[in-house]
């Protein structure tokens, strides 16, 4: 219950009452069957509220795939960002972001922080907007057991930290119909650091309607035992544009 509420308070923090929003909804879905059964699916959810002083975004996304023999990915994330613009390229910002992932040894992982920000570019073809600031961070691992004898590695804990906490959106328009977006974060504490970045080519196929392809990177630096530090997805959705 403690991480529902703490998942709806990211989202509420940045929803203003009546407003207009603006954004993108994308999602993907493979099934193959016969000789090998496995289905994979992605959605991804990022919506925009702006004003001449205010910027507000929330959004998530959510992965599952499984095979012949289970789930082999399981995970979902919300997040939002309340921004105030103090001159026409600079802001301050608070913002949240609340993970959990099946397949990661975290149990969850949360982080609330705040800092400031600026729109470096921003013309008719390319746009980068960067963040810096700090926060604090809680996670919980789970129990680590050892594949073959099943003996426990570790056991699962409870923790937080302070962490420092950047981010990059960059977008460029190639033509009219093709764009390259980039998102970029990356949160640094003492116990962990967690890096992601997320990089697609769309591609226009109506007014609101286009085709992604999509390359993401996940990355801890010091994750439970027997887990991996990089994970990797790749990814083709149709993108629709909520205007």
């Given at each position: 219950m403690r991480r529902l509420?703490?998942?709806?308070?990211?989202?509420?923090?940045?929803?203003?009452?009546?407003?207009?929003?603006?954004?993108?909804?994308?999602?993907?879905?493979?099934?193959a069957s016969g000789n090998t059964n496995t289905e994979t699916a992605n959605a991804r959810l990022n919506l925009q509220y702006e004003t001449e002083k205010w910027k507000n975004t929330v959004g998530g996304a959510a992965l599952y795939a499984s095979d012949?023999?289970?789930?082999?990915?399981?995970?979902?994330?919300?997040f939002g960002e309340l921004g105030w613009k103090f001159t026409e390229r600079n802001f301050v910002f608070g913002a949240g972001r609340y993970e959990e992932d099946e397949f990661s040894g975290f149990d969850y992982q949360a982080?609330?922080?705040?800092?400031?920000?600026?729109?470096?570019?921003d013309n008719p073809t390319t746009t980068m907007v960067g963040t810096l600031g700090a926060g604090y961070k809680f996670f919980e691992t789970r129990d680590a057991f050892d594949d073959v004898t099943g003996v426990l590695l570790e056991e699962g804990r409870s923790d937080s930290e302070v962490v420092f906490r950047s981010t990059i959106d960059?977008?460029?328009?190639?033509?009219?119909?093709?764009?390259?977006?980039?998102?970029?974060?990356?949160?640094?504490?003492?116990?962990?650091?967690?890096?992601?970045?997320?990089?697609?080519?769309?591609?226009?196929?109506?007014?609101?309607?286009?085709?992604?392809?999509?390359?993401?990177?996940?990355?801890?630096?010091?994750?439970?035992?027997e887990f991996k530090k990089t994970d990797t997805l790749t990814t083709i959705n149709l993108v629709y544009d909520i205007k």
């Open positions: 509420f703490f998942a709806a308070t990211v989202l509420a923090a940045a929803l203003p009452a009546h407003a207009e929003w603006t954004g993108k909804s994308e999602a993907g879905l493979v099934i012949e023999d289970g789930k082999t990915a399981n995970r979902w994330e919300t982080t609330l922080s705040g800092g400031v920000g600026r729109r470096f570019l960059f977008e460029h328009k190639f033509t009219a119909t093709t764009s390259l977006i980039d998102k970029f974060i990356v949160e640094s504490g003492a116990d962990n650091t967690f890096v992601q970045n997320d990089i697609s080519l769309q591609v226009k196929m109506t007014d609101v309607l286009a085709l992604a392809v999509g390359y993401g990177v996940r990355h801890n630096s010091n994750p439970p035992v």
